[in-house]
């Protein structure tokens, strides 16, 4: 749906998209995303989320994003030194969402962050905030979500270990004194986004909906996704939409995805998605999620 979602996830995905989303649902879900990015790069998701009664419901996901491992090449050696390196990103968090009202809820991730390239790393702490109002309208849903506010990031390591002359005029003196090069901060990509949603047309087995997110990123500009979704019976779905829309020097655009849920047992659904998202010269991102409730 282009990532226009932010209004409407009221499953395991909320997780991601907005916390406030995951009070909606009545039954325990779990949800495996993988994802062929761009550049061989993978991106896994995995989260879970449960009602705990009167207090609301509990969430716990992980997300990792794996760059693959790469040849370690020095100015003397352009092809290589022989040795291998890798890099990769991992989030750890835990979600609450509560329904204030029977059309308003909040929700709150908490998440660790940790970045990893060769022998430096980099560790965070980070939260999300979000808000879902259902309101009277055709099922009009407003969504908010504010994304990763939280401390600034600093790479450490044995790379950055060095051995110092503290005065390399005097004679005799200590000139392998170790040392650790200071790394510059940068802080988390903070990201406010706010969606509309509506279910245009309800009618017997068919459900329409249509839904526009506007998103204002901290390092970049504002843009806009837009996207719908057909549903026949809530067992299969056709989506699509446009990301990024106005976006200064934007690659993404055009995406489409389809869906199959069905009831197994009387209680146990399972849903399996496929997305395509087009990336321009950067060619394409691929989607295959699957995902259980109870």
């Given at each position: ?274 997305a395509y998202a087009d990336f321009g010269r950067l ?12």
């Amino acid at each position: 749906m282009g990532g226009a979602f932010v209004a409407t996830a009221d499953d395991a995905s909320a997780l991601y998209w907005n916390p406030a989303g995951i009070a909606r649902s009545s039954r325990m879900q779990f949800l495996f995303m993988n994802t062929n990015w761009i550049a061989d790069i993978k991106f896994n998701y995995a989260g879970v989320t449960f009602p705990v009664g009167a207090l609301g419901s509990m969430g716990v996901f992980l997300t990792t994003l794996n760059y693959g491992d790469m040849a370690v090449r020095t100015v003397d050696q352009p092809d290589g030194t022989g040795e291998i390196f890798s890099a990769a990103d991992l989030a750890l968090g835990i979600s609450y969402s509560r329904a204030l009202t029977d059309r308003f809820s909040i929700g709150f991730n908490a998440k660790y962050i940790h970045q990893s390239i060769w022998h430096e790393s980099a560790n965070g702490m980070a939260v999300d905030l979000g808000t879902l109002f259902v309101t009277g309208l055709n099922g009009l849903r407003i969504g908010a979500s504010l994304l990763n506010f939280g401390s600034d990031m600093r790479m450490e390591g044995k790379d950055v270990l060095v051995f110092h002359d503290i005065d390399p005029y005097i004679l005799g003196n200590n000139d392998r004194v170790p040392a650790n090069l200071q790394t510059e901060k940068w802080p988390l990509p903070l990201i406010f986004q706010f969606g509309l949603a509506m279910d245009v047309v309800k009618s017997g087995a068919n459900l329409l909906t249509i839904a526009v997110d506007a998103v204002h990123p901290y390092d970049n500009t504002e843009s806009l996704n837009i996207g719908a979704e057909y549903s026949f019976r809530n067992m299969f779905s056709l989506r699509a939409g446009f990301r990024d829309l106005f976006l200064r020097d934007g690659e993404q655009g055009p995406t489409f995805g389809i869906g199959f849920n069905n009831t197994f047992l009387g209680n146990l659904s399972i849903r399996i998605d496929y997305a395509y998202a087009d990336f321009g010269r950067l060619e394409n991102a691929q989607h295959l999620s699957l995902a259980l409730s109870l």
